[in-house]
C-alpha cells in the first residue's frame, strides 16, 4: 500500500524559513515523479512544485519561485520542500502527492494526510 | 497559464438524484483532466483522469467526459458519502492548475 507521511509543518514568522518533508513507501520511490500542493484554509488547491523520479528536472509555480526548493533523497525515499522568505499568503496544508509516472508529474494519486504550515508573527 | 472554471460553486441536491459539475479549460487540454473529490479535514482523492477513465475503487455511478476544452463530471444517483468538494484538475502543461471547487450539498 503506498504510503505518504508529511512532517515539518508549524508556526513560522514572516521572512523565516522552513523544510516540509514527506516520507514515501510502499512504492518504488525513485520511478515515481512526486509534488506539493496547499491548500489554504477554507479556499482551494493550488500546485506548488513538482520533480522527477531522478530529480533531475525541477518545476515550481510562480508564487514560490526563487523561495522554495523542491529536493528528493531516493536513498531515503524521502521528498522535501526548503521554504524560506515566508509569507503571510504561504499559509496552508501542504500535500504531497505521487505521480503514476517518472518523468513528469501531473495526475496526483495518492495524496499524502497533509502538514499545516502557518506563517504569523 | 491555463485557467480552469468550474461551474457551478455550490450545488444543493438530494440523494438519488443525477448531477453534472462542469470544467471548462482556457485551451485545449487533449484529455488531461483529473477530478478529485474532498471531504473536510481530508486530502483529496482522485476519481477520474485522463478526463474519463475510472479510478480503481471508485464506485460506477462517477463519469467524465469531454476533451479539448469542456468537460463534465457525472453523478448517476447520489449518494449520502458523494457530497464533497469536487475539483477539476489539468495536467496538459505547467503549471498545473485546479478549478476553483464545486462544494455538492444536501437539499
Known amino acids: 500500500e503506498v504510503q505518504l507521511l508529511e512532517s515539518g509543518g508549524g508556526l513560522v514568522q514572516p521572512g523565516g524559513s522552513l523544510r516540509l518533508s514527506c516520507a514515501a513507501s510502499g512504492f518504488t520511490f525513485s520511478s515515481s515523479a512526486m509534488s506539493w500542493v496547499r491548500q489554504a484554509p477554507g479556499k482551494g488547491l493550488e500546485w506548488v512544485s513538482a520533480i522527477s523520479g531522478s530529480g533531475t528536472s525541477t518545476y515550481h509555480a510562480d508564487s514560490v519561485k526563487g523561495r522554495f526548493t523542491i529536493s528528493r533523497d531516493n536513498s531515503k525515499n524521502t521528498l522535501y520542500l526548503q521554504m524560506n522568505s515566508l509569507r503571510a499568503e504561504d499559509s496552508a496544508v501542504y500535500y504531497c502527492?505521487?505521480?503514476?509516472?517518472?518523468?513528469?508529474?501531473?495526475?496526483?494519486?495518492?495524496w499524502g494526510q497533509g502538514t499545516l504550515l502557518t506563517v504569523s508573527s | 497559464d491555463i485557467q480552469m472554471t468550474q461551474s457551478p460553486s455550490t450545488l444543493s441536491a438530494s440523494v438519488g438524484d443525477r448531477v453534472t459539475i462542469t470544467c471548462r479549460a482556457s485551451q485545449s487540454i487533449n484529455s488531461w483532466l483529473a477530478w478529485y473529490q474532498q471531504k473536510p479535514g481530508k486530502a483529496p482523492k482522485v476519481l477520474i483522469y485522463k478526463a474519463s477513465s475510472l479510478e480503481s475503487g471508485v464506485p460506477s455511478r462517477f463519469s467524465g467526459s469531454g476533451s479539448g476544452t469542456e468537460f463534465t463530471l457525472t453523478i448517476s444517483s447520489l449518494q449520502p458519502e458523494d457530497f464533497a468538494t469536487y475539483y477539476c484538475q489539468q495536467y496538459h502543461s505547467y503549471p498545473y492548475t485546479f478549478g476553483r471547487g464545486t462544494k455538492l450539498e444536501i437539499k
Open positions: 502527492a505521487k505521480s503514476p509516472g517518472g518523468a513528469v508529474a501531473g495526475l496526483f494519486d495518492p
